[in-house]
């Protein structure tokens, strides 16, 4: 009897071993091709046996207190609405905003109360205003007169100067919230258009006849139904842009795709720029941890965003897409002011002229932008 029992806790220490030998095996072999940082298979495979967001798992860039980014900024991605308006110019002060970028959210077509345009578009010498992107968003429910109609609305406002381009563009958006395993967030509507929509060339097309940027925001990839269009994302502009040159193709947050993707389409599209936010929040952090954005939420940019902002430094600007006006933390004076400071300090790794053209000078170039007014 006692020789079994000995047995079996031999084999038991034996099993006990093997489970640290295969622990062992995971965190060397594993480990390694994380720091190099830039295979989202391991990534995605490592996070799952950990159990954490796949975006704590990438090799994040060198940061450096003394290089803090401490010039002007210009927000090229936003979504306030009228009634935040003056909030939003006492915030600003405090943020060291000069201008934004204001824009349509993707699916405020639906929403029209807290959208933009809804009452009068803000207006002041620090708000510059992108047409709506309504129609798209009409074009996908299939009404085509309203479609029409907005597009119409664009032109003339373009031709007027009312608005200095066109955005949020959204015609690929899933419910992003599918990817938070808590899924404790409110879930967002879906918009899948045929990027061959008739409505997205007419808009590009409006574009390149008044020169001016057009934002995109279109999903390549949808992990939780496995979706992998990145292929054909890329197509579509490749193809757009060069059939319409004097528009800018502005890809929201970093195109929602790898470094490598979209260093193929700056090498492509000489008319192609990105704009990059970091998660505010941990139900954001969540939302788009599948879709390759550039940091955590601590907003230190990893190491292979950072080697791309330097190696492209007039391609990228600062979009943070908030929703002032829209949601409640958004409008959080203290939360803002924190995250600022997150963002400064964690664009430390480049340059201070790389940072200077990220946070400012770039916007003022591609938007064409006033700065004396
Ligand atoms: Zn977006
Ligand atoms: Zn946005």
Known sequence: MSVLHTIRL???????????????VVLTFCTPAISYGNEPKDIFATSVILGVNPLSLYKKSEIDPDNSYNGPIIDAHNHLVHDAFSEFLVLSDKLGIKKIIVMGRPGSYRKWHTSTFANLPPKGPKISVLCSPDFIGYSHDGDLGKAQDELRIVERKLASKECIGIGEVGPIHHNKELNNPTQSGRHQGTIIL??????????????????????????????PYEIDDTDLVKNFYKTKCRDYPAATFVLAHNGMMKPIDLEELFLYCPNLVSDIKMPRSRGEAWKFCTLEIVADRDAILQKRWSDLISKYPKRFMYGPDWKMGVRVRHSNFERRI????????????????????????????????????
């Open 10 to 24: 031999k084999a038991l220490r034996t099993h006990t071993d093997l489970w640290i030998l295969f622990t062992w």
């Open 194 to 223: 045929d990027l061959g929509d008739w409505a997205i060339d007419r808009g590009i097309k409006l574009a390149h006849e008044y020169r001016v940027p057009i934002v995109f925001h279109i999903e390549p990839t949808f992990r």
């Open 338 to 373: 924190k995250f600022n400071r997150k963002v400064r300090l964690g664009i430390s790794a480049l340059s201070k002229e790389t940072q200077h053209l990220l946070m400012y000078k770039n916007a003022i170039r591609i938007y064409k932008l006033d700065m004396n007014k």
